[in-house]
């Protein structure tokens, strides 16, 4: 194997820092990256000790198994620079266990833990004057196959990396969302739970036709009726309805979110009702209509939560109120902006201090 092979020797550190560049002031998502990242390979049933380098291409051969044949999945991630100067990874334990989901359904082996968190630990200490400058870092670990060939066959070779880029808001304004009702994100026994690369890919299409119609993002539905809400763009829903928070359950077609899995349980903290349950397409429009549901908003790591301004169903729009700060979304937001920043006690095990 010669493609992104770690045989060749690259420098430790950045010769220098493109920090001073960056107008953290006008920051677009995903678009600078730190100085650094960590590698690893994965070859002849092993895992290589990862290796820090600075950010810049890798050698890749055309006919690299994951140009191919699609086996690549990722994980999105924060850290957060604390008032007393601590450099804070929001609950990568759960992280770890659903990086390792994910490259179980795509036949990719899994991380040993003192690999996976050595690896951010790793950046996260190399480049802490960004982490300081920005506030927050959005961390990807991410994984690829590598092998060459186009024989269609499991990869026996693989490459993990670590990506940082500093970030801001995901999004500046309340959403206009559209419910899709003829492409479909996931189908049940496919991969809709694993944060696959391939997910992301099949929802490109139907989400530039819905922008190009004035809409941020979708409403995905059921692969079989498109009667079921299950998810929204990349991020996890939920909606009040009749004060309580409801969300759909996580399953095989729906990710396993774990900003939506620590909303759920820091709302009961704030005096808010959870349940879990399957919501219609129509209950969600009548409960609109009626004034049951009187808040609908997308949950995920990147985004944290986005409120939602309008639902359209079948060319007919519905407004939701801007409930403002007295809105059950912004009172979340509050609780676990304050948590991630280690500004509020968090529950055992969501604060990792990386010293």
């Not at 960590?38 to 950010?55: I, N």
Request: hydrophobic share 40%; proline share 5%.
């Amino acid at each position: 194997m010669n493609t992104a092979s770690n045989k060749k020797t690259y420098p430790k550190k950045a010769s220098a820092s493109a920090i001073d560049a960056v107008d953290f002031s006008n920051l677009q998502f995903g678009r600078v990256f730190t100085d650094h990242m960590v590698v690893a390979f994965y070859k002849e049933g092993k895992w290589s000790t990862p290796k820090l380098r600075p950010y810049g291409p890798l050698p890749f051969s055309p006919a690299m198994s994951v140009f191919h044949y699609g086996q690549a999945i990722f994980e999105g991630m924060k850290a957060f620079y604390a008032e007393e100067g601590q450099s804070i990874l929001f609950r990568p334990d759960a992280h770890y266990k659903r990086i390792n989901r994910s490259l179980s359904r795509m036949a990719m082996p899994e991380l040993p833990e003192k690999l996976f968190m050595e690896s951010i630990r790793m950046l996260l200490k190399k480049d802490k004057a960004w982490l300081k400058r920005a506030g927050q870092l959005y961390v990807r670990p991410f994984a690829i196959a590598i092998d060459e060939g186009l024989k269609v066959k499991i990869s026996d070779t693989y490459m993990y990396a670590v990506l940082a880029c500093p970030v801001g808001s995901y999004f500046t304004k309340p959403l206009d969302l559209k419910i899709e009702t003829e492409y479909t994100r996931s189908a049940p026994g496919g991969v809709g739970f694993a944060k696959a690369a391939g997910n992301y890919a099949a929802s490109m299409l139907p989400t530039r036709e819905a922008q190009e119609e004035g809409f941020d993002q979708l409403i995905w539905t059921d692969a079989k009726t498109h009667t079921i809400i299950e998810g929204s763009g990349m991020m996890n829903i939920a909606c009040v309805i009749r004060r309580k928070l409801v969300t759909p359950p996580a399953g095989n077609t729906i990710l396993a979110g774990i900003t939506r899995d620590s909303l759920l349980t820091i709302a009961p903290t704030l005096g808010i009702k959870v349940e879990e349950r399957k919501i219609t397409v129509n209950e969600l429009i009548k409960g609109i209509v009626s004034g049951a549901v009187t808040e609908v908003f997308g949950m995920g790591t990147a985004a944290t939560i986005a409120s939602c301004a309008s639902i359209t169903h079948k060319g007919k729009k519905y407004l939701l109120k801007d409930w403002g700060e007295n809105s059950v979304a912004n009172r979340l937001f509050i609780e676990l902006d304050s948590i991630k920043r280690g500004n509020k006690k968090a529950p055992k095990g969501w604060i990792c201090e990386i010293k």
